[in-house]
């Protein structure tokens, strides 16, 4: 069955870093863009940062651009996300997320359980 595993999250301080692994199975995932979504508290669902199915293309949201790296390993089918200086704002549940197109709906073939980034001094 298919499976996206988030794990490295937790609490960090403002202006720290974690990086976000999405470990996946059961599909081919050399064939899928891979997402990172989030959802804060009391907050929809609001995409992050995107990367095409061979890694040479990557997209961020205007709240992330600078400080995120999304990146892929397609021969260990699993996709990064590095987050350097981050701010209270960027706490939320963090999903990977998959489907075979490009675009900003936030709407995917499969999701992950989401992992929770709090940044907090």
């Known amino acids: 069955q298919v499976q996206l595993v988030e794990s490295g999250g937790g609490l960090v301080q403002p202006g720290g870093s974690l990086r976000l692994s999405c470990a996946t199975s059961g599909f081919t995932f050399s064939s899928y863009w891979m997402y990172w979504v989030r959802q804060a508290p009391g907050k929809g669902l609001e995409w992050v940062s995107f990367?095409?199915?061979?890694?040479?293309?990557?997209y961020y949201a205007d709240s992330v651009k600078g400080r995120f790296t999304i990146s892929r390993d397609n021969a260990k089918n699993t996709v990064y996300l590095q987050m350097n200086r981050l701010k209270p704002e960027d706490t939320a549940v963090y999903y990977c997320?998959?489907?075979?197109?490009?675009?900003?709906?936030?709407?995917?073939?499969?999701w992950g359980q989401g992992t929770q980034v709090t940044v907090s001094s």
């Open positions: 990367i095409s199915t061979g890694g040479s293309r990557t």
């Open positions: 997320a998959a489907k075979r197109t490009m675009d900003y709906v936030t709407k995917y073939d499969y």
